[in-house]
T-cell receptor, first 113, second 110 residues
């Protein structure tokens, strides 16, 4: 299994600003994913982050709002841009294990005021 | 896209009881996983089970892909089993992002 860490664990940000969330995996992985979990809700896939190529975004999510980097096989970042209160959520990254199971980081709890 | 329905939405049990959680999905899948989200928000992968049956201690899971459902069994429940259980599926191959159900909120009372 992969061990995944995220920074920051939580943050309170002002409307109109941007926040970059970091995701670090303890081993090399081919695929990483970013999800959003709104308060009391289930998880929604934002995008798939592959090393060496552009991220693939799901319907309803765009690169200008959620730019993603994947510079190597152990690291990825997600930026939440021009934030509004509706962006208040938990943002989680995951990594693909050797048998296609996904392992999740602890999440970043974002509050936008 | 694929629809994932989980039942029951909420379940309250006494310690020691057994439970069965169900996941129905609307189309063929080649990736199905069960997760437990503990009260602190951490998601733990329980099973990768696109078909067949697996067991891990007090937990077991069965997926009948042809009938588009999966079951998660929890035996001899403990208070640490409390949390939300999610079923998640993928339809673009094993290595793809997942579509999550709304979860079953399980409370185990001592």
């Amino acid at each position: 299994s992969a061990v995944i860490s995220q920074k920051p664990s939580r943050d309170i940000c002002q409307r109109g600003t941007s926040l970059t969330i970091q995701c670090q995996v303890d081993s090399q992985v081919t695929m990483m994913f970013w999800y959003r979990q709104q308060p009391g809700q289930s998880l929604t896939l934002i995008a798939t982050a592959n090393q060496g190529s552009e991220a693939t975004y799901e319907s309803g999510f765009v690169i200008d709002k959620f730019p993603i980097s994947r510079p190597n096989l152990t690291f990825s970042t997600l930026t939440v841009s021009n934030m509004s209160p509706e962006d208040s959520s938990i943002y989680l990254c995951s990594a693909l294990g050797g048998s296609n199971e996904q392992y999740f980081g602890p999440g970043t709890r974002l509050t936008v005021t | 896209g694929i629809q994932v329905e989980q039942s029951p939405p909420d379940l309250i049990l006494q310690e020691g009881a057994n439970s069965t959680l169900r996941c129905n999905f609307s189309d063929s899948v080649n990736n199905l996983q069960w997760f437990h989200q503990n009260p602190w928000g951490q998601l733990i992968n329980l099973f990768y089970i696109p078909s067949g049956t697996k067991q891990n201690g007090r937990l077991s899971a069965t997926t009948v892909a042809t009938e588009r459902y999966s079951l998660l069994y929890i035996s001899s429940s403990q208070t640490t089993d409390s949390g939300v259980y999610f079923c998640a599926v993928g339809d673009r191959g094993g290595a793809d992002g997942l579509t999550f159900g709304k979860g079953t909120h399980l409370i185990i009372q001592p």
